[in-house]
């Protein structure tokens, strides 16, 4: 059964940072891609940032370029998202999405998500 499992978030002050974990189990970690996404109440779901093990491609939204970095370790099957100068419209729970094979740019895509982790913001 493969599963993902987030945590490192938290409360943290305006320009603060987090890294937030994606740990993978029964999950190919030589072959995937994972995408981070983020919700806020009332908002829709907004890819954040994605990593492709095909060609270690990165993707990150324009709302989070210059200040998140998403990375992985193989060897720990675990894919994290460092966030930094936080911002107070960054609050959201996070949460991490995978598929065996390529990038895709299609929610419907990615099998295993999981439970999120919440990111709180104080300014």
């Known amino acids: 059964e493969v599963q993902l499992v987030e945590s490192g978030g938290g409360l943290v002050q305006a320009g603060g940072s987090l890294r937030l974990s994606c740990a993978a189990t029964?999950?190919?970690?030589?072959?995937?891609?994972i995408v981070w996404f983020r919700q806020a109440p009332g908002k829709e779901r907004e890819g954040v940032s994605s990593?492709?093990?095909?060609?270690?491609?990165?993707y990150y939204a324009d709302s989070v370029k210059g200040r998140f970095t998403i990375s992985s370790d193989n060897a720990k099957n675990t894919v994290y998202l460092q966030m930094n100068s936080l911002k107070p419209e960054d609050p959201a729970v996070y949460y991490c999405a995978g598929r065996q094979g390529p990038y895709s740019d299609y929610d419907e895509d990615y099998s295993y998500w999981g439970q999120g982790t919440q990111v709180t913001v104080s300014s």
């Open positions: 029964g999950f190919t970690f030589d072959d995937y891609a």
């Open positions: 990593i492709s093990s095909i060609d270690g491609s990165t």
